[in-house]
C-alpha cells in the first residue's frame, strides 16, 4: 500500500466521486487514477466504491471506513511536516482562518495587523463564512483554526475556548417611529415585524428563545445574508428592520442609521476560538490567538483547548 494511492482514493471520495475532478487537482491523468485505486482495492480485498458500469456511484461501507483513516493519516503526515517547519522556518508558513463576515470586518483588523507585523513572512488567509460552515471546516481540516460566533457543530473532534461576548442590536433608518423610542424594545415590538437578519438566525435558536411560548407572532425573515454589510444595506433600503451584531454598527458611516440595544432580550453569545485537538499548529497560530484573547498566556491557550473535553472551557 502507498501514500500515492490513498490520496488519489481521498482527493476522489472530497470530488463528490468525480475521477476528472480528482485528476485535474491532482495533476494527473484519469486513467493512473483508476489505476491506482484498483491496486489499493485488489490488496485490501475489498471494493472501495459502489460501481454502476464505468461511473462511481457512491462509497461501499469499507470505502467509508477507508475515507476516516485516509483523512487521519494525512493529517498526521501535515502535522509531521508542521513539527518540522516550526523548528526550520520559525516566522514564515501559512495560516489558515475561518472566521464569520462580522469578526472579519469589524473586530479582526487590529489582530490582523498586528500579527502580519510580527510575522511579515506568513502568508495569512481570512475564510469568511457561516458559523455551521467554519465549524465544519476545522472539522473537516481545510483550516488551521477559526473565530465564530456560535457553537454551531458538536464534534468530539473539535476544541473551542469561549472568548468575548457579543450582544445583538436591532438597526432601523434614523426615521424611523423607533428611533426616538424613550424605552427599550420589547420582544412585542418585533413581533411580526419583517426582518433583515444573519442567515444563521433566520431559522435557528436565537428567536426562538425570545418567542417561543409566548403566543406573539414570530417576525418573518424578509432577507437573510451572513454580510452585516448586505443588512444594512438593505435596511437602507427599507426591506425590513436589521437584527445583527452591535460590533457591526459603525456610528460614523452608519450614521443615517440608529442602533437599538437588543441584548436583554436574548441568551448571552460568545465568540469562540476551534480547532481540532489533532492538529499541529505553529507557533504563530498561539501567537494570533494570543492577539485575540490577551489576558491569556500560550500555555494557558493550550490549557484551555487540549486538557479533558469535560472541563469548563470558559475564562
Request: contains cysteine; proline residues 6%; hydrophobic residues 45%.
Amino acid at each position: 500500500m502507498k501514500l500515492q494511492q490513498l490520496r488519489y482514493f481521498l482527493e476522489v471520495s472530497r470530488r463528490n466521486l468525480n475521477i476528472s475532478e480528482a485528476a485535474e487537482v491532482l495533476f494527473t491523468s484519469q486513467p493512473g487514477i483508476s489505476k491506482q485505486i484498483k491496486l489499493l482495492e485488489d490488496e485490501l480485498g475489498v471494493s472501495l466504491f459502489v460501481r454502476h458500469g464505468k461511473r462511481i456511484v457512491s462509497l461501499t461501507p469499507p470505502g467509508q471506513a477507508v475515507v476516516e483513516i485516509a483523512e487521519r493519516i494525512f493529517r498526521d503526515v501535515q502535522n509531521i511536516r508542521n513539527v518540522g517547519t516550526e523548528f526550520a522556518e520559525q516566522d514564515s508558513g501559512r495560516l489558515t482562518v475561518a472566521t464569520t463576515h462580522t469578526q472579519a470586518r469589524y473586530v479582526l483588523p487590529q489582530v490582523v495587523t498586528a500579527f502580519l507585523r510580527r510575522y511579515p513572512k506568513v502568508k495569512l488567509s481570512l475564510i469568511p463564512a457561516a458559523p455551521m460552515t467554519i465549524d465544519q471546516m476545522v472539522a473537516d481540516g481545510r483550516v488551521d483554526l477559526a473565530v465564530n460566533s456560535e457553537v454551531a457543530l458538536l464534534d468530539a473532534n473539535l476544541r473551542r475556548i469561549t472568548a468575548h461576548p457579543w450582544h445583538r442590536c436591532v438597526l432601523v433608518p434614523r426615521g424611523h417611529t423607533w428611533a426616538e423610542m424613550a424605552r427599550p424594545l420589547v420582544r412585542e415590538d418585533l413581533a411580526g415585524v419583517p426582518l433583515v437578519t444573519y442567515a444563521d438566525v433566520a431559522d435557528d435558536s436565537a428567536l426562538q428563545q425570545v418567542f417561543a411560548g409566548t403566543g406573539l407572532p414570530w417576525p418573518e425573515t424578509a432577507l437573510a445574508s451572513a454580510d452585516p454589510d448586505i443588512i444594512k444595506t438593505y435596511v437602507r433600503a427599507g426591506i425590513g428592520v436589521g437584527l445583527l451584531a452591535d460590533v457591526a454598527y459603525d456610528a460614523e458611516a452608519d450614521a443615517d442609521l440608529v442602533c437599538l440595544p437588543a441584548g436583554h432580550m436574548f441568551y448571552p453569545a460568545f465568540t469562540h476560538i476551534v480547532v481540532r485537538q489533532d492538529t499541529y499548529l505553529r507557533g504563530y497560530a498561539f501567537e494570533f490567538m494570543q492577539l485575540y484573547l490577551p489576558q491569556l498566556s500560550r500555555e494557558q491557550i493550550e490549557q484551555r483547548l487540549y486538557r479533558p473535553i469535560s472541563e469548563d472551557f470558559s475564562i
